[in-house]
């Protein structure tokens, strides 16, 4: 699959993140031999969180870098003021979970990022979330999030529902490709029904293999997310 600026001749589209969902991103990494407690920690957080009336996701990984021992925490805010105003950390019930979830020697923590959401829409109820992420070469940001809006179009066009992300504080200004489908089939149907599109055919000859190639942006990692459901 080639997530290069897709159509670059198209009309470009004017793009604001006055009022964009943000996000705050939290990786950890489980020790072996210690997932299950740490999904039992994990599902705990999500049970917290909705107590709060914050969006929270976590997501195990299934393919990338350290597999299926790296997690990802997301919360979701409405706006920077929506940020700001979040006190759910600060309560007893959050400061007792803090207190265990990092005594257990569970996790490790690897990194921490903001990001802003560059489209007005998430993805609703994901079952696979598959993330590119990109690095626009020097002086081609603007080209590059105009080329996404574009591919996104394509790639809903073909069944997934497609998130824009740029990183900010804590992570490198790249980009954040984020491909979503409700089931592993309907990724199926959608990888099927994508490489049957004479358009893709002609971007990518040899599908379903695909040139990561760019001339605006480089990939820089990928990888592919489980979210964790509770009830």
């Not at 805010?77 to 006190?87: G, M, T, V, Y």
């Not at 020697?105 to 609703?124: F, G, H, K, N, P």
């Not at 080209?143 to 394509?154: D, L, P, T, W, Y």
């Not at 990724?187 to 029904?193: D, I, L, N, P, V």
Request: with cysteine.
């Amino acid at each position: 699959m080639k997530l290069k600026v897709l159509f670059v001749s198209l009309t470009l589209f004017s793009f604001s993140n006055a009022h964009s969902i943000e996000a705050d991103v939290w990786e950890y990494k489980v020790e072996p031999g210690h997932i299950s407690e740490a999904v039992e920690l994990f599902e705990e957080a999500i049970k917290l969180s909705r107590e709060a009336g914050r969006n929270t996701t976590i997501l195990q990984q299934t393919f990338g870098k350290d597999g299926e021992f790296k997690f990802h925490w997301v919360d979701f805010h409405d706006s920077l003021e929506a940020r700001a105003k979040d006190n759910a950390y600060d309560s007893p019930g959050f400061s007792d979970f803090i207190n265990r979830f990092y005594a257990s020697d569970t996790v490790t923590t690897v990194r921490s990022y903001s990001m802003t959401l560059i489209d007005d829409q998430l993805c609703d109820n994901p079952g696979v979330v598959s993330v590119y992420v990109w690095k626009p070469n020097s002086g081609e940001f603007s080209n590059v999030v105009e080329g996404f809006k574009a591919s996104s179009a394509f790639f809903e066009k073909h069944g997934w529902e497609v998130d824009l992300w740029q990183e900010n504080i804590g992570g490198t200004d790249s980009l954040q490709f984020v491909m979503c489908s409700k089931t592993k089939e309907d990724e199926a149907k959608s990888y099927t029904s994508l490489n049957n599109d004479e358009d893709w055919l002609d971007e990518q000859p040899n599908a379903p293999l695909w040139d990561s190639y760019s001339d605006v942006s480089t990939l820089i990692r990928s990888f592919e997310l489980d979210p964790i459901i509770v009830d």
